[in-house]
């Protein structure tokens, strides 16, 4: 009716392309890469209610994706250096006053596309089509019952990061910031039944919001300092004034920065993250490792140019990542469940990330992003395809030598190919990010976050120990598992399994060829995933291998980085690609005396210093790994028994078996009392407001009509008397007020 | 008519005394009528009061030199007489239901 | 001079009531049955008639002569009291002396002309209405304390007689021996008025009285005998502190004279009073404060400004509070009569600028108001006893659908809820005193609305809302029209007069048309400081 | 368009307006005499008539754009000596309230067919009351008439859940009319204080919103202004309704019918908002500036005091109850942001509310027709018998704790957003006296809704299933429906989908609402600015406390 013709004229436009007259073709689809995986999450909405039972919805999802993907690739080419804005639709937007500046709010339907935006989409969509093709195998046990549930879910979570990544302004990235928490809430909830599995997605839907708050104060008070929450007009904005001293416009950063911690499993928020892996193991891939917790790294890179003016949040940011790095690294080491493992060391990595951030070099967190979005979906699909194989049994304790196990060889080799890249195996992807990252650490001009070096060399030992105690336990030694209690697959989500790590005695190790199991041998749908994304994984290095092997500086990811916000008025990179430096503005000071080269760590130069004791680290990790968990597995538990027995150091087993009783703490801390608070206002509300007050007052005419009630005696006389007494009364009242009156 | 700019000065004896037995007489009634609760006089006692109001509209117009407080007395004089009528049958009507000119036999109404 | 004969001719309304009341006390007498029932119809007949006969002689140049002090009163009021007294009667008809009646046309009685009391009763429904017809044509006090008695006098009698009972017989005693006292004590301040100005002339009083308080300022005789007069008359409207008889005389009652009683004492007395206190005058007097000065204010003289105010704040609170307390729906009926009465008195208070009207709509509002409701409860009737409790109302709405709506639109009008007639005349009144300065009036006023909106639900939550119960069950209708048909239109009316709000309140502010208030010109005269409201 | 063509439709436009209020009257008319079986017929028909009349006035309504009234609202008195009229007409915010409304009644309506197998023509002929009467105070133009359709929504409402209403429905229902009725005396008063003031100065009687909105900013001093106010909120107050008069909806709420929560949440309760939009606010500027820090206060007390008390609930339907106090304290601070972003999303709030809470009443009364239980330690799990009620659950649940793209963000965002720039700073043209605390208090708001509705949709939607062992037990004997715990039904699906397409569009593409909603906002708020400053220079000590304390919002 009312807005049908704007509404039309909108979709028309969408149809007709971008406005801007100026943009490149390929800009035209740009829409696409959002609006695939819209359509295909509402085909299988559709597919649900019409109750289809094929792998439809599947087909449909990938096809969305891989166009995405294929959409994504083509602006890859089309964008040049400067970001082109292109206005899908309006959205919120209306002006008062004169409309000048501070008096409209424009949060419109745009596309900012630029470098960042492509580099990031373009893992984003290409993981997701891959995940998606290993998620049609891997849930086809579902067919029919919640197998377009699933994509559906998948399928909204990638429109929602699309939104979040391509998003013109900051309230569409907090459409995809909170579309990412709604399919992550989901898809965590897929197996509904499960009370685990509800609690888990609950608790990452509210640890989000936390973050969320963050983000939307943050949102506010850049519209309140800068009149604008669109990019392009909002680094204008920012360019144009000179760093503000006023506590909004420093309060800024720190908001935002709650925002990515709840999003990408930073301290304190981090505790959603373990607890998601209750979702199907594609989900834990996509969503929990490779792409939205890296939202948050997105948002800091993307904000770079309010953070950069606060050295202060700059560190806050370095500090967070790089104690959580090592919390999570520690925590990583004590678990069983091989998905929860990979849940710590995805926080951890994420810690590298965020350190990277807070040192300054956004390209070092980047590229850490983009080469662990590979590694780490490669874990995760392995071990999902373990899971799958093994009726959903994921203790480490219960399987062993899976690479002679049939069927299941490729799986363990490129499961130990991943362990190899998580651990930052020396020539690996994940080396070359890594160490980009803990130089900056080392040479960063603020002096505070050094000692985060340190620490990231140590969390780097303590991950090859981790992630090859997984390695070594699951896939070498002696075959011998036992499978889960699922039943095969995941065939009704009513069953009532404890999927309990630490539950069942360790002494069932010996039922391997367990009567009638067979371990389900994964098909092609979840192998080729599996290859493509291996390969990924092993070319995500190229850039650094082009600049080791032919000293050619120019990198790819750090051209993606450089040409966008992420590098606006970022401080110069210590170290890396040594002819930046002047690319970089000099903002906040910067030293140019001060960075690069001039740093040495242990007398060394940074560079050659952090890549020796980064592969001495890795190295000794992995061969205190070796031994415990495959030369002698014995010794493991032997050890775990004599640091148990004392109690000088049992606190350190049982601290981090417990998870450092985080939840515990939050428990008691927040919600506990914040539930005996809401009690006490339940009752306060039912007892003394309504109950009290209310009806109290209500009941207050009917009590005074019960004092009067013995003037209504019966007896002819009382009445008189009271008459009589009524009229003298008011008689000598009236001759008072003569009186008074009249003198 | 009488004109009413004919007044008595104040103070005249008759018109206090008027006054006074007015006010006495229509107290006299009051104080009956709630400390007796024989109805017979309790009614005489409102007839008291009746004849206190009329005393004293005598009483004013002696005052006024006013003629229409006498002719108002009649017409009390007249209402007081149909009150009794009335008064003296439920009066009967009642005793013969319970056998007594108590008023506070009469007490079955009040709040509960 | 005046001519007599053309102030007698304004009489005709009440001439024709008496006729007619003479002509049924002999009809209600007759052997024939059809004869006995014709006296309703004489009644209606009588009350339609005295309607046009008061159109037909109440003009202006005849009032002229008639020296009233409120000339255009007796216009708007006496036709309203007619219109009421119609639903009265038809509230009353096929009540009374109903058994004896069956039992004579089923042969199981023989008809005595002693026995019969459907003559008299009507006879004296007629002469009470003729009463308050009188007290709003009084041009004196002589007249209108006749006027007050030919009201009362009746009811005692009807009390009694409608239905002998134990019950009937000693609401009957009680009202008549406290309203004794109470017409005693208005006689007493007829005295001091008189004694204060000399005259029994309404209007000669205001003139002397408007001298006074240009003057010394009102003497003490003057503000007590007004006093006196207010508080007896306040007996008549059930207020405080000569309300305490209401409860137990309407309980007690029959049903048709409860009716009765909530409504002609009522409008006789709002009359008396607003006469009255015209004689003292709203709109202008002196006093003197703590510091010598003499100030000007608006409204009645201050202390019965005062005495009113706490009347009228305290008959509304003793009424509503009194209402939520009850059973009996006669007994909660009487309550809700008394707050009723608070209500008007705030018109009475704010005076002819807008109060008085405001009043007198109220006055017909509250009227339709009790003939709904009463008609729908004379209507029904639980082993030949009066339904006089909530839960023989329980489940109406699935026995009498029709009825338990009437209640319900008659209670809820009772209670204020827009855009029923009831509701409306109460937010005229509350917007009069807002504008007459009562602003605290007001808020004590709306108020109490909601106070009484508790036990104004019981009626709507028994009727329509409750399932039957074992009491209910019995309850049936009396195989009478007249009831259901006041039922019917009243409760219509309620609905529909207020599209026509705009000229009821045009009509009912013309009863203060021609009164003239003598204060205003006193105060200038006294004082050139310019009047400021007073407040409270 | 010609003056002449305006005229005729003009006139045109008046009819389609007393056309969609009175063909509800009329169906309950003739509801009353026909048979009770055509009775739910005939209240569908006459519901999507009246909503179709409403359409066909939308349809052609010239002033979205520009938040005139249209038509200018008639003469026609209705009470001559005080100038009382007839007049309605809408402005654009009050037309998408009354769309609102007659969208939501077929719902309710349809809603009912199987839920109320009692009385059935009464059920329908109050309904169709209702409908007209909130259409009604939607419409007027004349603050009597106004006060003639709020009021007697309550009648309504009164019989619908003291009839139909769960086993403490009597109490319930005492309870709403006492306490509504008693804080719209309140409101009552402060306008017939205004119109007497009106006449008092200017000798001309007038009850037109606009008249007396701009008579009393204009004239009446600070003082009469400031407790104009205060009674108008108090009025307004128990019906919205804020913290601490708010103890009547839970228990009304939980005992209603379900569509008596649908059209109470849908509704009713936004005629409490809309009227202090459209009386406190433009009537008393100064009391407004003076009074908005106090009410916001209450505001956000509500948010976080509600939520909380949400979160801790089992009965369902009271969960959501609640949920509408803490939502409602949202919406009220927006209004209290005095500017126009805050206004604007208060109104679009408004909207929302009524869409989502009204539908999560649907959703909950469809489960609880099927099992009579709605407390959620013996009820859950839904989601395995019924997907498809599961779905819209989520998707409605998702709506009220505003996820982006969905209606109910844009609204809270703006809200939220408008609390927070509503400092002394004036670069917005509107200072407020809010700021940064009040916002990061309510925003709070956010996690907790998280927490609240989640643990509904937890408990009462995921987990394994739990259902009552006597599952049948049904006191109202729906004669053999309550076997039924199948999914939702065609009818039931076709009442939702409505629901979520509108939710849906008003979340993807809000713009046109936005426009509409604009200039009426900025209209209203044009004394503010002035007033604000004012009230900043009165108490400058506050003002800077607010500046240098963001989170200090105790104050008041």
Redesign the interface.
């Known amino acids: 009716?009312?807005?049908a013709p704007?509404?039309l004229s909108?979709i028309l436009a969408l149809a007709e392309g971008p406005l801007d007259a100026h943009a490149a073709p390929e800009l035209r689809w740009a829409g696409l890469a959002l609006l695939l995986p819209l359509v295909s999450g509402v085909l299988c909405?559709l597919c649900?209610?019409m109750k289809i039972r094929s792998k439809l919805p599947a087909v449909l999802t990938i096809a969305a994706l891989g166009g995405a993907f294929a959409t994504i690739l083509r602006l890859q080419g089309a964008v040049g250096e400067t970001p082109v804005v292109v206005n899908l639709?309006?959205?919120?937007?209306?002006t008062?006053?004169d409309g000048s500046r501070?008096?409209g709010?424009s949060a419109n339907v745009d596309l900012y596309i630029d470098r960042l935006t492509i580099f990031w989409m373009l893992f984003v969509t290409g993981l997701g089509t891959l995940i998606a093709l290993y998620g049609s195998e891997y849930m086809e046990s579902d067919v029919g019952k919640g197998y377009t549930r699933f994509f559906g879910g998948v399928s909204i979570f990638l429109f929602a990061m699309a939104c979040l990544v391509m998003g013109g302004n900051l309230?569409m990235l907090?459409?995809g910031?909170?579309?990412v928490g709604?399919a992550s809430?989901?898809l965590i909830?897929y197996y509904?039944?499960?009370?685990e599995a509800?609690?888990a997605?609950?608790k990452a839907?509210?640890v989000n919001?936390?973050g969320?708050?963050g983000l939307?104060?943050a949102?506010?008070?850049i519209?309140?300092c800068y009149?604008t929450v669109e990019y392009a007009a909002l680094w204008k904005a920012i360019d144009g004034a000179p760093a503000s001293s006023e506590w909004t416009a420093q309060a800024i950063p720190w908001l935002l920065m709650l925002g990515a911690f709840g999003k990408s499993a930073q301290l304190p928020l981090y505790v959603w993250l373990p607890d998601a892996m209750e979702g199907p193991t594609p989900v834990s891939a996509l969503i929990h490792a490779a792409t939205m917790v890296t939202a948050g790294v997105f948002l800091i890179a993307r904000m770079f140019p309010l953070f950069v003016v606060n050295p202060d949040a700059m560190a806050a940011v370095a500090w967070v990542g790089g104690l959580t790095a090592l919390l999570a690294a520690t925590i990583g080491m004590a678990q069983y469940d091989m998905k929860r493992i990979w849940a710590y060391s995805t926080i951890s990595q994420l810690g590298y990330m965020f350190l990277g951030l807070g040192v300054g070099t956004s390209f070092g967190a980047s590229y850490h992003v983009f080469t662990h979005a590979f590694f780490k979906a490669l874990l995760f699909l392995t071990a999902g395809a373990v899971m799958h194989g093994f009726a959903g049994q994921l203790d480490i304790r219960k399987l062993s030598g899976l690479s002679k196990v049939p069927g299941f060889r490729l799986v363990s080799w490129l499961a130990v190919l991943g362990c190899f890249w998580l651990a930052a195996f020396p020539f690996t992807a994940a080396f070359f990010s890594k160490d980009e990252i803990l130089v900056s650490a080392f040479t960063a001009r603020d002096e505070r976050v050094h000692v985060l070096g340190w620490i990231g060399l140590v969390v780097a030992a303590l991950t090859a120990y981790y992630t090859f105690r997984v390695g070594f336990r699951v896939f070498f030694g002696p075959v011998k598992y036992e499978p889960g209690d699922e039943h095969h697959g995941h065939d009704d989500?009513?069953h009532?399994h404890a999927r309990d790590a630490h539950g069942s005695p360790a002494a069932h190790g010996g039922r391997g060829h367990h009567g009638e199991f067979h371990p389900h041998a994964p098909r092609w749908a979840i192998r080729v995933p599996l290859v493509l994304i291996a390969v990924g994984a092993i070319l995500a290095g190229w850039p650094s291998y082009r600049t080791m092997l032919n000293h050619d500086e120019r990198n790819w990811v750090k051209t993606q980085v450089k040409q966008s916000s992420a590098y606006q008025g970022a401080p110069a990179e210590s170290h890396g690609s040594h002819d930046d430096h002047a690319a970089a503005p000099n903002v906040a000071g910067a030293d140019p005396a001060h960075a690069g080269h001039g740093h040495l760590v242990l007398g060394m130069d940074a560079h050659t210093a952090v890549g020796r004791l980064g592969s001495l680290a890795c190295i000794a990790g992995i061969l205190v790994s070796l031994y415990l968990h495959l030369v002698n597995r014995g010794a493991a538990d032997a050890l775990r028994r004599t640091l148990m027995g004392s109690v000088a150091t049992r606190w350190i087993v049982v601290g981090a078996e417990r998870k450092w009783m985080v939840d515990e703490f939050y428990d008691w801390v927040i919600r506990l009392p914040?539930?005996v608070?809401?009690?006490i206002?339940?009752a306060i509300?039912d007892l003394l407001?309504?109950a009290g007050?209310?009806n109290g007052l209500?009941a207050l005419?009917?009590a005074?009509?019960?004092l009067?009630?013995p003037?209504?005696?019966?007896?002819?006389?009382?009445?008189?008397?009271?008459?009589?007494?009524?009229?003298a009364?008011?008689?000598a009242?009236?001759?008072w007020?003569?009186l008074r009156?009249?003198? | 008519m009488i004109s009413i700019d004919q007044q008595l000065p104040p103070g005249d004896p008759l018109v206090v005394l008027g006054l006074l037995a007015s006010a006495i007489l229509f107290a006299v009634g009051i104080v009956g009528f709630l400390s007796r609760r024989n109805m017979i006089t309790m009614f005489l006692c409102t007839e008291l009061m009746f004849q206190g109001a009329g005393l004293a509209m005598i009483s004013y117009g002696r005052q006024h030199m006013d003629l229409s407080g006498q002719v108002f007395v009649i017409f009390i004089l007249t209402v007081a007489a149909a009150e009794a009528a009335l008064a003296l049958g439920l009066v009967v009507l009642l005793y013969r239901r319970k056998e007594t000119l108590s008023a506070e036999a009469w007490k079955e109404l009040a709040e509960s | 001079m005046v001519d007599m004969s053309q102030t007698a001719v304004l009489l005709a309304p009440e001439i024709v009531l008496f006729a007619a009341s003479m002509l049924v006390a002999v009809l209600g007498l007759s052997r024939s049955t059809g004869t006995r029932s014709l006296v309703p119809w004489v009644c209606v007949a009588a009350l339609v008639a005295s309607i046009l006969a008061l159109d037909a002689v109440w003009t202006p140049e005849r009032i002229q002569g008639a020296n009233l002090l409120f000339p255009m009163l007796g216009k708007y009021g006496k036709a309203l009291i007619a219109l009421i007294g119609i639903g009265l009667v038809a509230v009353s008809a096929g009540s009374i002396d109903r058994r004896y009646e069956e039992a004579v046309a089923r042969g199981r009685a023989s008809f005595d002309a002693l026995r019969v009391v459907r003559g008299e009763y009507y006879a004296f429904l007629l002469l009470s209405l003729t009463g308050a017809m009188l007290v709003m044509s009084a041009p004196d006090l002589i007249w209108l304390f006749l006027g007050l008695e030919l009201v009362s006098l009746p009811t005692y009698i009807m009390v009694a007689v409608a239905r002998t009972g134990r019950r009937s017989m000693e609401a009957a005693m009680k009202y008549f021996f406290l309203g004794a006292l109470a017409t005693a004590v208005t006689l007493y301040g007829f005295a001091m008025l008189y004694g204060a100005t000399g005259t029994m002339q309404l209007i000669s009083m205001r003139d002397l009285l408007a001298e006074q308080a240009a003057g010394p300022g009102l003497s003490a005789t003057a503000l007590l005998g007004t006093i006196l007069t207010v508080l007896g008359l306040c007996f008549k409207l059930a207020a405080v502190p000569m309300h305490f008889y209401a409860p137990d005389v309407y309980e007690g009652a029959p049903l048709p004279v409860t009716a009765f009683l909530s409504f002609t004492p009522k409008i006789a007395g709002f009359s008396a009073l607003v006469t009255v206190l015209g004689t003292v005058g709203w709109s202008g007097h002196a006093m003197v404060d703590h510091d010598g000065i003499r100030i000007a204010y608006q409204g009645l003289p201050q202390p019965i400004t005062a005495v009113l105010w706490m009347v009228a704040v305290l008959t509304m609170l003793l009424g509503n509070i009194g209402g939520i307390l009850q059973t009996s729906l006669k007994r909660t009926l009487a309550y809700s009569s008394i707050a009723n009465s608070g209500y008007m008195l705030v018109g009475v208070i704010i005076g002819p600028q807008g109060g008085i009207g405001a009043m007198y709509l109220f006055m017909l509002a509250y009227g339709v108001m009790t003939v709904a409701t009463f008609a729908v409860l004379a209507t029904l009737e639980r082993k030949g006893e009066e339904v006089d409790s909530f839960e023989s109302l329980s489940g109406l709405r699935s026995s009498h659908p029709v009825l338990a709506f009437l209640l319900t639109v008659s209670a809820l009008s009772l209670l204020g809820v827009p855009p029923l007639f009831g509701a409306l005349a109460k937010i005229v009144l509350v917007f009069v005193a807002f504008e007459g300065g009562q602003a605290s009036l007001a808020a004590v006023l709306l108020l109490n609305t909601a106070i009484g909106a508790v036990y104004y639900l019981r009626f709507v939550g028994a009727a329509v809302v409750n399932p039957p119960n074992a009491k209910s069950q019995d309850v049936v209708a009396v195989p009478h029209w007249w009831p259901k048909a006041a039922a019917v239109v009243a409760g219509v009316g309620i609905i529909v007069l207020p599209a026509f709000l705009s000229r009821l309140v045009d009509a009912s502010a013309t009863t203060v048309d021609g009164y003239i208030d003598l204060g205003e010109a006193v105060v200038s005269d006294a004082d050139d400081r310019p009047s400021t409201s007073t407040t409270d | 368009m010609g003056d002449l063509d305006l005229v005729a439709g003009s006139e045109l436009n008046m009819n389609l307006i007393w056309a969609s209020i009175l063909i509800p009257v009329a169906t309950a008319a003739v509801i009353a005499v026909a048979s009770a079986r055509a009775a739910r017929s005939l209240a569908a028909l006459g519901s999507l008539a009246s909503l179709g009349a409403l359409v066909a006035f939308a349809w052609q309504f010239p002033a979205w754009s520009t938040g005139a009234i249209f038509p200018e609202p008639c003469g026609c008195a209705w009470l001559e000596s005080i100038n009382a009229t007839l007049g309605v007409g809408f402005d654009s915010v009050s037309l998408l309230l009354a769309l609102l409304e007659a969208f939501l009644i077929p719902i309710c309506v349809i809603g009912s067919w199987t839920a109320i197998s009692e009385r059935q023509r009464e059920y329908y002929g109050w309904f169709m009351l209702l409908h007209a009467s909130i259409l009604l105070a939607f419409a007027a133009r004349d603050v009597l008439l106004f006060y003639v359709g709020y009021e007697f929504t309550l009648v309504p409402l009164l019989f619908i859940i003291a009839i139909w209403g769960g086993p403490e429905r009597r109490q319930a229902a005492q309870k709403l009319f006492l306490y509504t009725f008693l804080g719209s005396l309140f409101f009552l008063g402060s306008i017939l204080f205004v119109g007497w003031q009106h006449h008092a100065s200017t000798g001309l009687w007038s009850w037109d919103m606009a008249t007396l909105s701009t008579f009393a900013s204009v004239r009446l001093p600070a003082n009469t202004q400031f407790w104009l106010f205060a009674a108008l909120l108090a009025g307004f107050a128990v019906k919205i309704p804020l913290f601490p008069v708010h103890t009547w909806l839970p228990l009304a709420h939980t005992q209603a019918p379900t569509a008596g929560s649908v059209i109470l949440a849908g509704t009713l309760l936004k005629l409490g908002t809309y009227g202090v939009f459209r009386l406190a606010l433009p009537m008393a500027p100064e009391g407004g500036a003076a009074l908005a820090v106090l009410a916001s206060v209450l505001c956000t007390v509500a948010v976080v005091y509600a939520a909380l008390i949400c979160w801790v609930q089992t009965d369902a339907k009271k969960l959501v109850a609640y949920s509408s106090v803490s939502h409602l304290g949202i919406c009220m601070l927006g209004l209290f942001a005095l500017n126009p972003v805050g206004a604007q999303g208060s109104v679009l709030y408004m909207i929302n509310h009524g869409l989502s809470t009204g539908a999560l009443f649907l959703l909950v009364g469809m489960a609880y027709e099927r099992y009579h239980v709605k407390d959620m330690d013996q009820i859950g799990g839904l989601a395995k018998r019924m997907p498809v009620w599961a779905f819209f659950m989520v998707f409605f649940t998702m709506s009220s704790i505003g996820l982006p793209g969905l209606n109910g963000f844009v609204g809270e965002y703006l809200c939220l957003f408008g609390t927070y720039i509503a400092t002394g700073d004036a670069s917005t043209g509107y200072p407020g006296l809010l700021g940064p605390g009040f916002a990061l208090v309510a925003a709070t708001g956010l996690v907790l809704g998280a927490m609240y509705m989640l643990l509904l949709v937890g408990r009462y939607v995921f987990g394994p299933l739990r259902e009552p062992k006597d599952a049948t037990h049904g006191k109202h004997g729906h004669h053999g429906h309550g076997e039924d715990h199948g999914d939702l039904t065609g009818r039931e699906v076709g009442l939702l989908v409505p629901l979520a397409l509108v939710c849906l569009f008003i979340g993807v593409y809000p713009k046109p609402m936005l426009q509409a909603i604009g200039p009426v906002v900025e209209r209203t708020l044009a004394p503010y600015p002035a007033a604000v400053e004012r009230a900043l220079k009165s108490q400058p000590h506050a003002a800077e406390a607010a500046q240098a304390e963001p989170k200090e919002d105790d104050r008041g």
């Not at chain 1, 639709?89 to 209306?94: C, T, V």
């Not at chain 1, 005696?713 to 007494?725: D, F, K, L």
């Open positions: 009716m009312i807005v704007a509404m909108s909405l649900d209610w639709f309006d959205w919120i937007s209306w008062w006053g501070f008096h709010i309230v907090y459409l910031w909170e579309g709604l809430y989901l909830g509904f039944t499960k009370p509800v609690a997605a609950k839907f509210i919001r936390v969320d708050l939307a104060l949102l506010f008070l519209w309140q009149g989500h009513g009532d914040l539930r608070i809401a009690n206002l339940a509300d407001l309504d007050i209310v209500g005419p009917a005074v009509g019960r009067f009630r003037l209504y005696g019966g007896v002819v006389q009382g009445y008189a008397v009271t008459m009589a007494g009524g009229v009364l008011v008689a009242w009236v001759i007020i003569w009156g009249a003198n």
